[in-house]
C-alpha cells in the first residue's frame, strides 16, 4: 500500500512558477513509477510528466516539456514538480500517481494509487 499526499497548489499568473510536492509514503514507495496527471473542468485527466523508480528516465507530455520538470528523491520518498512558464491551459487539479507495472506511463489505466490531488489556478 502507497499513500500519497500532494502540496504546493495555489494561485498564480501567467508567466510565473509554482512547485508541487508528492509525499509517498509505504515500504515499496522508491520502487514505483511516479507521475503526475491533471484533470481540468469537464475534461478527462490527463498525462503530465513521469519519472522511474531510479530518477533516470522521465517523459513529459507535449505540452509541458521545457516548462515542467520533475524529479524524486527517494531517501525521503518525494516527487516534485516545478512548473515554470504557467499558462492559464495549466489550470487544473494536479494529481500525483504511483504505479508498479507502468509499462506505458501515459496511461492513467496502469497506475495502482493516487493522491486527492491539489488545485493549481493559472490567472491571464
Known amino acids: 500500500q502507497v499513500l500519497l499526499v500532494e502540496s504546493g497548489g495555489g494561485l498564480v499568473q501567467a508567466g510565473g512558477s509554482l512547485g508541487l510536492s508528492c509525499a509517498a509514503s509505504?515500504?515499496?514507495?522508491?520502487?514505483?513509477?511516479m507521475a503526475w496527471f491533471r484533470q481540468a473542468p469537464g475534461t478527462d485527466r490527463e498525462f503530465v510528466v513521469s519519472i522511474s523508480p531510479s530518477g533516470g528516465s522521465t517523459r513529459y507530455a507535449d505540452s509541458v516539456k521545457g516548462r515542467f520538470t520533475i524529479s524524486r528523491d527517494n531517501a525521503k520518498n518525494t516527487v516534485s514538480l516545478q512548473m515554470n512558464s504557467l499558462k492559464p491551459e495549466d489550470t487544473a487539479v494536479y494529481y500525483c500517481?504511483?504505479?508498479?507495472?507502468?509499462?506505458?506511463?501515459?496511461?492513467?489505466?496502469?497506475?495502482?494509487?493516487w493522491g486527492q490531488g491539489t488545485r493549481v489556478t493559472v490567472s491571464s
Open positions: 509505504g515500504r515499496t514507495a522508491s520502487t514505483n513509477v
Open positions: 500517481a504511483a504505479g508498479r507495472n507502468v509499462y506505458n506511463p501515459t496511461s492513467i489505466y496502469l497506475y495502482d494509487y
